[in-house]
């Protein structure tokens, strides 16, 4: 059973770092891209590609808004990728979700994280809030 479970969301001041985890079980991630994105609760249609990247190469998105703050990476032993933020700020207040796509579906990652198409599986979200 394919299976993406988020965790490391919670509440952070201005400024503070926190790290996200996406855990995959049921199937490896090789193949696939994995993608962050994130949402703010009662907004469903506003969901927004953070980051993505990509198993084949590492190749990596990162939206404008997080660039020079966040930082995707991977753990194959773990078949996990993580989403390390920092210098947060009360805009990135909102849930977080991983999901992932097969590379061989995707034409260009950062088409893939911006309309969120090829996502096949996601996870059930973290809650990230900022604030003090």
């Known amino acids: 059973q394919v299976q993406l479970v988020e965790s490391g969301g919670g509440l952070v001041q201005p400024g503070g770092s926190l790290r996200l985890s996406c855990a995959a079980s049921?199937?490896?991630?090789?193949?696939?891209?994995i993608g962050w994105f994130r949402q703010v609760p009662g907004k469903e249609r506003e969901r927004e590609g953070v980051?993505?990247?990509?198993?084949?190469?590492?190749?990596?998105y990162y939206a404008d808004s997080v660039k020079d703050r966040f930082t995707i990476s991977r753990d194959n032993a773990k078949n996990t990728v993580y989403l390390q933020m920092n210098s947060l700020k009360s805009e990135d207040t909102s849930a977080y979700y991983c999901?992932?796509?097969?590379?061989?579906?995707?034409?260009?990652?950062?088409?893939?994280?911006?309309?969120?198409?090829?996502?096949?599986?996601w996870g059930k979200g973290t809650l990230v809030t900022v604030s003090s």
């Open positions: 999901a992932v796509g097969e590379l061989s579906q995707i034409t260009a990652l950062q088409d893939t994280c911006v309309t969120q198409y090829g996502m096949d599986y």
């Open positions: 980051s993505c990247i990509s198993s084949s190469d590492g190749t990596t």
């Open positions: 049921g199937f490896t991630l090789d193949g696939y891209a």
